[in-house]
């Protein structure tokens, strides 16, 4: 079955910077979009950035500039570079199978245990 197992959060300084994994299996990874999302305490879980199979990306709008998402498909994973974080990109950081629907990308039903980042001085 999907399995997917985030790591690499932690508390991190205003302006630090970590790098999260996301290691898939249950499913041939290559063949998908995937994506990672965030959610604040009593805030709506969020997009934060997608990467597609042909390894195109997009970012939301809060953090352009800052994150880099990437993937090996060899190795089944997908990261998440955070660099410059602020105190708003506190969140439990969760990685997502993308499926594409008439045209626009929808999250998997699945989600996995995410992982806590954390900015704070």
């Known amino acids: 079955q999907v399995q997917l197992v985030e790591s690499g959060g932690g508390l991190v300084q205003p302006g630090g910077s970590l790098r999260l994994s996301c290691a898939a299996s249950?499913?041939?990874?290559?063949?998908?979009?995937m994506g990672w999302y965030r959610q604040a305490p009593g805030k709506q879980r969020e997009l934060v950035a997608r990467?597609?199979?042909?390894?195109?990306?997009n970012y939301g709008d809060s953090v352009k500039g800052r994150f880099t998402i990437s993937r090996d498909n060899a190795k089944n994973t997908v990261y998440l570079q955070m660099n410059s974080l602020k105190p708003e990109d506190t969140a439990v950081y969760y990685c997502?199978?993308?499926?594409?629907?008439?045209?626009?990308?929808?999250?998997?039903?699945?989600w996995g245990q995410g992982t806590q980042v954390t900015v704070s001085s």
């Open positions: 997502n199978r993308q499926y594409l629907r008439q045209g626009a990308f929808v999250p998997d039903d699945y």
């Open positions: 249950g499913f041939t990874f290559s063949i998908y979009a």
């Open positions: 990467i597609g199979v042909g390894f195109s990306t």
